[in-house]
């Protein structure tokens, strides 16, 4: 039987809103069940110039301020690492292990809270919600330059925590609902990128905040703290400005605009730009499904071993010998060409559509890196293997990211699925805080061992064992043995399967 045509905004049997009555998504479907084409009757090539010319423009509305913001983010959340060596643990009077549970504690909250971020992304709007959070964390993040013992440090940490819990996997579910999947994958990674610049970015910055060591009786590490949480509060401000909502409602676009940014991802198989109410189904069909758990094993491997490295990378250097300063600045060089190789993999996965094998390819730099550090005293060698081990981590965050991303379809399951699949790996952060003792040093081979596991098992191991489940999942498909899920149901109906629609093709 020909399903129907028949289409709900969703089975909750909501009547469309006016602006969606006016834009045409409810109403008024073409035969292809997209929205109407402002573009009918144009050529193919005036077609083209005119999508070129939109992803332009979306690219500049969302992709720079997004960078801005998650730069700050992961700057904030890892220069406690730059505080240690400038002092933070002898005036705080911290033990190693105390050091340590203030890290952890950060993860705790951060791993907790982000599951239903995605949510509340969704329900109050990114314009709304992601001011909100990033005004907070840059509030609790002064606090932590006024904290004067390791209760005070401790209370700042798991509220930072809270905080920033929304922001990652918030942005990249954000910026999923705009582009095409074989479009997402490079606009991750440059996103993701900031955090390696941050990296990059934030031993300089530490060095030249340090300068003002003793300035209103205030140490230099507590400088940092004061002033990158101040301007986080500025640009959370901004951002009531600066953050669009999704397609439906993103003040910036025409309604023609609106339209086309809706037809090109429902081509691609995609709804999310479109309203859904949520309910509990949405997120069990999360939670049963098998990739979620495959996604979060793999993100695992590489958000294990990013933290342990971002967090003990000043530490390490400053191990091999080096004072403070000149470790501090150090650590750019490794963070710069992970950036670049980042933005390198999201390309190259874009374009061949091997997420999988992007991911394999790269986790071998890493494994080979952490392998240097564990098996050579050298200095030389070491060092170098930091920069194989950037080179080998950053890339695999973005990617993997973008290919849970790609794989998961429906406005809600798409959000909690990449809310678990992040609050899974960054828990692991509890265990990268654990890892790097001061009575290890200067070699840290019990670190180096954790991580190098994390890299081999869960990285390497998990995305292989992932890609060939999606490619036997897909052999299937084109072999016709999951049309039965589809009979008897109606056109809207096999639309809100998502990605169970026996038409939707998994990115490998």
């Known amino acids: 039987m020909k399903p129907t045509?028949?289409?709900?905004?969703?089975?909750?049997?909501?009547?469309?809103?006016?602006?969606?009555?006016?834009?045409?998504?409810?109403?008024?479907?073409?035969?292809?069940?997209?929205?109407?084409?402002?573009?009918?009757?144009?050529?193919?090539?005036?077609?083209?110039?005119?999508?070129?010319?939109?992803?332009?423009?979306?690219?500049?509305?969302l992709i720079p301020w997004l960078c801005l913001l998650y730069l700050v983010s992961f700057l904030d959340r890892t220069n406690i690492g730059n505080a240690k060596i400038l002092g933070l643990t002898t005036d705080l009077h911290l033990t190693n292990g105390g050091y340590n549970a203030c890290l952890s504690i950060f993860f705790v909250s951060y791993a907790g809270f982000e599951p239903v971020t995605n949510i509340l992304l969704k329900r109050l709007r990114p314009s709304i919600f992601i001011p909100i959070i990033m005004t907070l964390w840059g509030i609790?993040?002064?606090?932590?330059?006024?904290?004067?013992?390791?209760?005070?440090?401790?209370?700042?940490?798991?509220?930072?925590?809270?905080?920033?819990?929304?922001?990652?996997?918030?942005?990249?579910?954000?910026?999923?609902?705009?582009?095409?999947?074989?479009?997402?994958?490079?606009?991750?990674?440059?996103?993701?990128?900031?955090?390696?610049?941050?990296g990059s970015f934030g031993g300089l910055l530490a060095a030249a905040i340090n300068q003002m060591d003793g300035v209103g009786g205030k140490r230099g590490w507590a400088w940092i703290f004061i002033l990158e949480g101040l301007g986080t509060v500025v640009l959370g401000i901004a951002s009531f400005w600066m953050v669009f909502d999704f397609p439906d409602l993103a003040t910036f676009l025409s309604d023609e605009d609106r339209r086309r940014v809706i037809r090109r991802l429902k081509a691609d198989k995609q709804s999310s730009a479109e309203h859904e109410e949520f309910k509990m189904a949405y997120f069990w069909a999360s939670v049963t499904d098998i990739k979620t758990l495959l996604f979060a094993i793999i993100y695992m491997g590489c958000d294990g071993a990013l933290y342990a490295f971002s967090?003990?990378?000043?530490?390490?250097?400053?191990?091999?010998?080096?004072?403070?300063?000149?470790?501090?600045?150090?650590?750019?060089?490794?963070?710069?060409?992970?950036?670049?190789?980042?933005?390198?993999?999201?390309?190259?996965?874009?374009?061949?559509?091997?997420?999988?094998?992007?991911?394999?390819?790269?986790?071998?730099?890493?494994?080979?890196?952490?392998?240097?550090?564990?098996?050579?005293?050298?200095?030389?060698?070491?060092?170098?293997?930091?920069?194989?081990?950037?080179?080998?981590?950053?890339?695999?965050?973005?990617?993997?990211?973008?290919?849970?991303?790609?794989?998961?379809?429906?406005?809600?399951?798409?959000?909690?699925?990449?809310?678990?699949?992040?609050?899974?790996?960054?828990?692991?952060?509890?265990?990268?805080?654990?890892?790097?003792?001061?009575?290890?040093?200067?070699?840290?081979?019990?670190?180096?061992?954790?991580?190098?596991?994390?890299?081999?098992l869960f990285l390497l191991g998990g995305s292989i064992v992932t890609h060939l489940y999606l490619r036997a999942e897909n052999a299937k498909r084109r072999a016709g043995k999951r049309d039965g899920w589809v009979v008897g149901k109606s056109a809207s109906e096999v639309e809100l399967l998502g990605d169970k629609r026996p038409d939707f093709m998994y990115t490998l």
């Open 140 to 198: 609790v993040m002064v606090t932590m330059g006024l904290t004067h013992n390791f209760s005070g440090l401790m209370a700042a940490r798991w509220f930072l925590g809270m905080a920033e819990a929304g922001l990652f996997p918030g942005i990249n579910y954000y910026l999923s609902c705009w582009y095409k999947r074989s479009e997402f994958g490079v606009r991750a990674a440059i996103f993701f990128s900031a955090a390696a610049v941050a």
């Open 311 to 456: 967090l003990f990378l000043p530490t390490i250097i400053a191990g091999l010998g080096y004072e403070s300063t000149k470790a501090q600045l150090l650590t750019v060089p490794p963070y710069a060409a992970a950036a670049v190789l980042t933005i390198v993999v999201g390309f190259v996965a874009d374009r061949t559509g091997q997420r999988g094998l992007c991911n394999i390819g790269t986790s071998f730099l890493g494994i080979i890196g952490f392998s240097m550090l564990l098996g050579s005293s050298h200095s030389g060698v070491q060092y170098a293997g930091t920069f194989l081990g950037a080179l080998g981590i950053y890339p695999c965050v973005a990617n993997t990211i973008s290919w849970a991303s790609n794989n998961v379809e429906g406005v809600y399951k798409r959000g909690v699925t990449l809310g678990f699949v992040i609050g899974w790996g960054n828990l692991n952060g509890v265990v990268s805080s654990n890892i790097y003792q001061a009575k290890d040093k200067p070699r840290y081979q019990t670190g180096h061992a954790i991580v190098l596991a994390y890299m081999v």
């Open 5 to 61: 045509t028949e289409h709900n905004d969703s089975d909750s049997g909501r009547s469309p809103s006016d602006d969606e009555k006016r834009i045409g998504v409810v109403e008024d479907k073409a035969p292809d069940n997209l929205p109407p084409d402002p573009d009918e009757g144009l050529s193919d090539e005036e077609k083209a110039a005119i999508d070129r010319k939109l992803l332009w423009k979306l690219d500049i509305k």
